[in-house]
């Protein structure tokens, strides 16, 4: 694979007042360490190290640190500080590796395709993983994991034991963990409004009571009137009302 370059100088001071001096110089605090040898305090030139990330954009890489005196280590990238407020680089942790040893790595992930359950059946595609850890030699390690989604569906999922083989490269994650998966799109509860239409019978076939006032308002031959006039045989309406006199007997 590519190997990038990235000059370094030692460093003598450290601590937070060393730091906030070689930042206002344009350089950014580092370490450098791994299995063969102690940590080594270097400075790198902020502006060549943002270059450098413009050019990895994202991928793994090998960078090759050049020293003034000529002296060079194959590292990675193990960790970058920034400033939370700012974003500017605070620190980077480098981590040495030999070409014939294998090193453990995070590697991120590139989806491939475009899935079935998104094309034909309205799903959504989600990445769980979006780095996984691999262990392989430094000539073997990839730029980026492609995992391709084109035969998805709607409720299926990509594991790790899924996914391509890359020669030289060792899954190192638990193989039932989720990479990529298609889900369903979240129902939209659409709220019915019915609103009453006058005249209208309600469903269980039960007439409205009419207003008070109604029955007096209506007119002899009125359907209203006759809407409003008591059941025959009512109890209640063939009553009199209190303090009304008796109707006389009929004649016979």
Same mark, same amino acid.
């Given at each position: 694979?590519?190997?990038? &370059?990235?000059?370094?100088?030692?460093?003598?001071?450290?601590?937070?007042?060393?730091?906030?001096?070689?930042?206002?110089? &344009? &350089?950014?605090?580092?370490?450098?360490?791994?299995?063969?040898?102690?940590?080594?305090?270097?400075?790198?030139?902020?502006?060549?190290?943002?270059?450098?990330?413009?050019?990895?954009?994202?991928?793994?890489? $090998?960078? /090759?640190?050049?020293?003034?005196?000529?002296?060079?280590?194959?590292?990675?990238? &193990?960790?970058? *500080?920034?400033?939370?407020?700012?974003?500017?680089?605070?620190?980077?942790?480098? *981590?040495?590796?030999?070409?014939? /040893?294998?090193?453990? !790595?995070?590697?991120?992930?590139?989806?491939?395709?475009?899935?079935?359950?998104?094309?034909?059946?309205?799903? !959504?595609?989600?990445?769980?993983?979006?780095? $996984?850890?691999?262990?392989? $030699?430094?000539?073997?390690?990839?730029?980026? !994991? /492609?995992?391709?989604?084109?035969?998805?569906?709607?409720? /299926?999922?990509?594991?790790?034991?899924?996914?391509?083989?890359?020669?030289?490269?060792?899954?190192?994650?638990?193989?039932? *963990?989720?990479?990529?998966?298609?889900?369903?799109?979240?129902?939209?509860?659409?709220?019915?409004?019915?609103?009453?239409?006058?005249?209208?019978?309600?469903?269980?076939?039960?007439?409205?009571?009419?207003?008070?006032?109604?029955?007096?308002?209506?007119?002899?031959?009125?359907?209203?009137?006759?809407?409003?006039?008591?059941?025959?045989?009512?109890?209640?309406?063939?009553?009199?009302?209190?303090?009304?006199?008796?109707?006389?007997?009929?004649?016979?």
């Amino acid at each position: 694979m590519k190997k990038y &370059q990235l000059t370094v100088t030692s460093r003598e001071g450290t601590g937070r007042s060393a730091s906030r001096r070689l930042r206002k110089a &344009q &350089q950014i605090p580092a370490i450098l360490y791994g299995k063969h040898t102690k940590p080594e305090n270097l400075a790198v030139n902020a502006p060549e190290f943002v270059k450098l990330l413009k050019d990895i954009s994202g991928r793994s890489a $090998l960078i /090759e640190l050049k020293r003034d005196a000529g002296a060079t280590a194959l590292s990675f990238l &193990q960790e970058v *500080q920034r400033d939370p407020i700012t974003d500017k680089y605070l620190h980077l942790d480098l *981590q040495e590796v030999k070409e014939n /040893e294998k090193m453990i !790595i995070n590697v991120a992930i590139r989806v491939v395709g475009e899935a079935y359950g998104v094309k034909t059946e309205g799903g !959504i595609l989600e990445t769980a993983s979006h780095r $996984l850890r691999i262990r392989c $030699l430094p000539k073997d390690l990839p730029d980026l !994991i /492609e995992v391709n989604v084109a035969e998805l569906k709607v409720g /299926e999922t990509i594991h790790v034991s899924e996914l391509k083989p890359i020669a030289g490269v060792e899954f190192l994650d638990d193989k039932n *963990q989720t990479v990529v998966l298609c889900v369903e799109p979240p129902a939209e509860e659409v709220a019915a409004v019915v609103a009453p239409v006058e005249g209208a019978v309600p469903a269980d076939g039960t007439a409205a009571a009419p207003a008070a006032g109604d029955a007096a308002a209506a007119k002899p031959g009125d359907p209203k009137a006759a809407a409003a006039a008591p059941a025959k045989g009512d109890a209640k309406a063939a009553a009199p009302a209190a303090g009304a006199k008796p109707a006389a007997p009929a004649k016979k």
